[in-house]
């Protein structure tokens, strides 16, 4: 199957609002729960297909139990990893052969984005940003802001 067919084909059939910005290029923007949303690009190369979506900035602190975190979850991923970039941003990457590209594939690698970035991110959050959760849940409650937001961080904020 011609693999820009398969793409959209499994776009179109999970419901996802996606475009296409460049030939072989597609951007697709996948809904979460703890991440509310993803975005996920799938470029298609001469003999491959890659696959890309932002996670996590570059964490402030905590670097080596996150990173570790990182690469532990790797060995139970499946179709893409864990990797960083020049600026130790997470992201998640995966290739696949153009052979490989189906609609059901696709809509693996789609499930395998969405579970690795959503269900990981109040993790990843907590291991590299807690003194900013903290200070963010302070200064809310000094104005009176909602707090609503950061109620899956109640362990770290419950002193402040």
């Known amino acids: 199957m011609d693999p820009h067919a398969a793409i959209t084909e499994a776009f179109e059939a999970a419901g996802l609002s996606w475009e296409n910005p460049g030939d072989g290029t597609y951007v697709v923007q996948l809904p979460g729960t703890r991440k509310l949303s993803t975005t996920c690009s799938f470029v298609v190369g001469r003999h491959t297909l890659s696959v890309n979506a932002f996670v996590v900035r570059r964490p402030d602190e905590n670097h080596e139990a996150f990173y570790r975190w990182l690469l532990e979850r790797n060995t139970r991923t499946y179709g893409v990893s864990y ?10 990457a995966g290739r696949l052969p153009l052979a490989a590209v189906t609609p059901e594939e696709v809509d693996r690698l789609l499930g395998a984005v969405v579970e690795n970035a959503d269900s ?26 909602s707090t609503r937001n950061l109620e899956a961080f109640t362990h770290l904020t419950r002193d402040a």
Do not use: C, H
């Open 120 to 145: 990981s991110f109040n993790t990843l959050l907590e291991l590299g940003f807690a003194s900013a959760i903290r200070k963010e849940y302070a200064w809310r409650v000094s104005r009176g802001e």
């Open 83 to 92: 990797a960083i970039d020049q600026l130790g941003d997470v992201y998640l």
